[in-house]
Nanobody, 115 residues
């Protein structure tokens, strides 16, 4: 069973930066798509960014130019670098790894951007 452990969330001021990590058990990341999602209470989970095994990245328009998704296959860890944070970026952030066998979600990490 693959497990994803997220870290790096917390409180940051408007305009600040934060990096989220998603560590996978086993070497699944090198052959799987990985994505980051976020959710605020009462709303649907929203896709934020994705990266393919070859390193092709895509971003939601709301974060394009501010967020960067990356992966370190040797460490089985994915990252979401978030810059120029805004209050509307406040949410619980989840990583998702999509393999041929299954989809795996992290437990979520809270990001709060204060003004």
């Amino acid at each position: 069973q693959v497990q994803l452990v997220e870290s790096g969330g917390g409180l940051v001021q408007v305009g600040g930066s934060m990096r989220l990590s998603c560590a996978a058990s086993g070497s699944i990341l090198s052959t799987s798509d990985m994505g980051w999602y976020r959710q605020i209470p009462g709303k649907q989970r929203e896709w934020v960014a994705g990266i393919t095994p070859r390193g092709t990245t895509n971003y939601a328009d709301s974060v394009k130019g501010r967020f960067t998704i990356s992966r370190d296959n040797a460490r089985n860890t994915g990252y979401l670098q978030m810059n120029s944070l805004k209050p509307e970026d406040t949410a619980v952030y989840y990583c998702l790894v999509t393999s041929t066998a299954n989809n795996y979600w992290g437990q979520g990490t809270q990001v709060t951007v204060s003004s």
